[in-house]
């Protein structure tokens, strides 16, 4: 229940709720509307805006819309549990109805500041793992310490790449985002290509010898590198497989859909951001129905704890000033690949990354495609 507000205010708090909750990726949403209301648990402290923030390119400085950066990541128990599976920037338009959702891959290079007159080159995954990182990072600003770093630290960075103001960030891990489906009772998702995954990884078994002495290790480390290496150790991995068409999915399931990287048929981050976005519009449909009402209260006590965010009741009010129903929304995809802004290149030290086809740290044109995106009307 709310405390200290009337029921007519607890309905528009609701109502405010679903519209951000539906449009978010992975029901990140606006927990916040509810949960500040309850408990402080979820939040972390906001840091004031720096005095050279990035500029904004792809937007007007007049835009009345809110930018929220999504951020889904492993957790405990997974191998580099604190690196981002899931990067999603959420870019909402009350006064057109309008949702767009910029995937970000997680292979892109960037430069991430580890120390306040050092940035260093790493994979935009790390952005938000390094910010949590205060031991081995205590070099670090003030402002990417804390509770709070890892998401003060990518919104940052994603800022300066996209050219967006970014305003808030929300983080969750998968066992949240698990809990988030199977409360809802499961979700039904659009497959687009029927897929097999050989090497799906199996949680806590990342380091299993499958049975191999030193010696064959050993072995094995001379002969293969990277994801040649790891497949050489197949009691880590399972299979999974999706049939094209309509899915009932478990939390479970709904995970390894989104998770998949390693398949021959629809494979790497690119694949992977298509399928993250059928399960989203799957989960639109699941949240604007009477069964996802009913399930609110159950949801939100099951996340305290899982969520980290720094959305705070400003934006919430400026979410219950959203006129019409979440259905309203128009709902588009932006996705930056090697199709359109990116190349795919090797690393200094061999790493498969992407930077923009301008060069390296160049981040003009994708910043422009990403501008002439959000002014088209969305399909959906």
Avoid at 45 to 67: C, L, M, R, V, Y
Avoid at 295 to 308: A, C, E, H, I
Wanted: net charge negative; with cysteine.
């Amino acid at each position: 229940m709310f405390f200290g507000i009337s029921q007519k205010l607890r309905k528009v708090l609701k109502a405010g709720f679903l519209i951000l909750l539906f449009v978010s990726a992975f029901a990140f949403g606006i927990l916040g509307s509810y949960l500040f209301l309850r408990t402080s648990d979820i939040f972390v402290k906001q840091t004031s805006i720096p005095e050279e923030s990035p500029k904004t390119f792809a937007e007007p400085s007049t835009s009345d819309s809110i930018t929220i950066l999504l951020l889904g990541y492993g957790g405990a128990g997974h191998d580099g549990g604190s690196l981002s599976d899931v990067i999603m920037v959420a870019h909402i338009n009350p006064k057109e109805k309008k949702v767009s959702l910029i995937s970000i891959p997680r292979d892109l290079w960037v430069e991430i500041p580890i120390r306040s007159d050092i940035s260093q080159s790493f994979k935009i995954n790390h952005a938000y793992a390094i910010g949590l990182n205060d031991r081995n990072y205590p070099l670090k600003e003030p402002k990417y310490k804390g509770e709070g770093g890892g998401g003060v630290m990518t919104k940052e960075v994603i800022g300066e790449i996209t050219g967006l103001r970014i305003d808030y960030f929300i983080a969750m891990d998968f066992d949240g985002f698990k809990k988030i489906i199977d409360t809802l009772g499961g979700v039904k998702v659009g497959v687009p290509v029927t897929f097999d995954d050989n090497f799906y990884p199996i949680a806590g078994r990342e380091n299993d010898t499958c049975g191999k002495s030193a010696d064959e290790i050993a072995e094995l480390h001379q002969k293969y590198s990277d994801t040649e290496l790891h497949h050489q150790f197949d009691c880590r991995y399972e299979h999974i497989h999706f049939d094209k068409g309509s899915a009932e999915m478990t939390g479970e399931e709904a995970l390894k859909f989104v998770r998949s990287r390693a398949s021959a048929q629809h494979g790497g981050d690119f694949a992977r951001s298509e399928r993250q976005q059928a399960l989203l519009l799957g989960l639109k449909d699941k949240f604007i129905s009477l069964n996802a009402l009913k399930n609110l209260d159950k949801l939100f006590n099951q996340f305290v704890g899982m969520v980290r965010t720094d959305l705070n009741l400003e934006t919430t009010k400026k979410v219950i000033e959203m006129n019409g129903k979440p259905e309203d929304y128009k709902v588009s995809f932006i996705n930056l690949t090697d199709q359109n802004v990116l190349v795919a290149t090797k690393s200094f030290d061999g790493q498969f990354i992407l930077i923009p086809k301008e060069g390296e740290g160049v981040y003009n044109g994708l910043q422009n495609f990403i501008g002439s995106e959000l002014t088209k009307t969305s399909d959906h």
